[in-house]
């Protein structure tokens, strides 16, 4: 029993898995950040999501199943109930017998109860339906390994928005030579959004392409723009870096 009661619902197996359709393009930038709710914030919303989760009699199914499940039902005994069932009436602890090895297993964690998934499922369902407000309040700040807290509209960085009409972004002109941006080489002519939910969370993808362009467009390391006369070599890998953590895309 108390086995059961260490982890009435058993293991947390719950994951969940989101593919996004990822297109290449230019620049490349990847931010993670996780939610950093304040603690009143939090205490709310665990205090609702208690009284709707863990009503009277909430661990009554938990423990019927595993009862149930310790003694295989035959043909004749298919109205077995957890009050009587087989296992009350065999000999207890050192006796060989069903009980004992049922019990053994819950204590030493090789069987375990069930139920995490569904409980975990509810409570998502929960903070993405009747209580998607509150969920909104703790998540509305975002923490970024090694950086600032921000909001989450400046985490996002409107990639989390409809993509605009198409050729009214740009990107950073700093990539470009002068005469690369007078002749509109800096314009986003493909604009691709993707926001996918994950829980209380949020997955957001953009890939924005230009037009082709000639490489002697490019500016160098070093700002300067690069010969525009003669063959050209191709970027090397380490001449153009990704954003740093939470500079967002620019526009």
């Known amino acids: 029993l108390g086995a059961f009661l260490a982890a009435p619902l058993g293991p ?42 863990f009503k009277f009699g909430w661990l009554t199914d938990a423990w019927e199943q595993l009862v149930l499940g310790a003694v295989p039902l035959s043909l ?17 602890r050192g006796s060989g017998s069903e009980l004992d090895g049922w019990s053994t297993a819950l204590f030493r964690g090789e069987r375990t109860s069930t139920g995490a998934d569904v409980t975990w499922q509810a409570a998502l369902n929960q903070l993405t339906g009747s209580m998607s407000q509150l969920s909104d309040s703790f998540v509305n700040r975002v923490q970024q390994p090694g950086g600032a807290s921000v909001t989450a509209r400046e985490f996002f960085s409107q990639i989390d928005t409809p993509a605009p009409p198409r050729g009214s972004d740009e990107f950073d002109k700093g990539l470009l030579s002068d005469f690369a941006v007078t002749q509109g080489a800096a314009k986003v002519v493909e604009d691709y959004r993707k ?18 362009i000639p490489v002697d467009f490019l500016r160098g390391t070093g700002g300067d723009p690069l010969a525009g006369t003669g063959q050209s070599e191709g970027p090397q890998p380490t001449d153009y870096l990704p954003p740093t953590m939470g500079e967002g895309f620019k526009f």
């Open 76 to 92: 004749g005994n298919r109205e077995v109930r957890v009050d009587n069932s087989p296992l009350w009436s065999q000999p207890g």
């Open 195 to 212: 926001r996918v939910p994950d829980g209380v969370g949020t997955i957001c993808v953009a890939t924005q392409f230009s037009d082709a």
């Open 12 to 53: 947390d197996t719950h994951h969940r898995r989101q593919v996004l359709q990822i297109r290449w393009g230019l620049p490349l930038s990847t931010s993670v950040g996780y939610a950093a709710p304040q603690g009143d914030e939090l205490a709310t919303t665990v205090g609702y999501l208690r009284q709707d989760l």
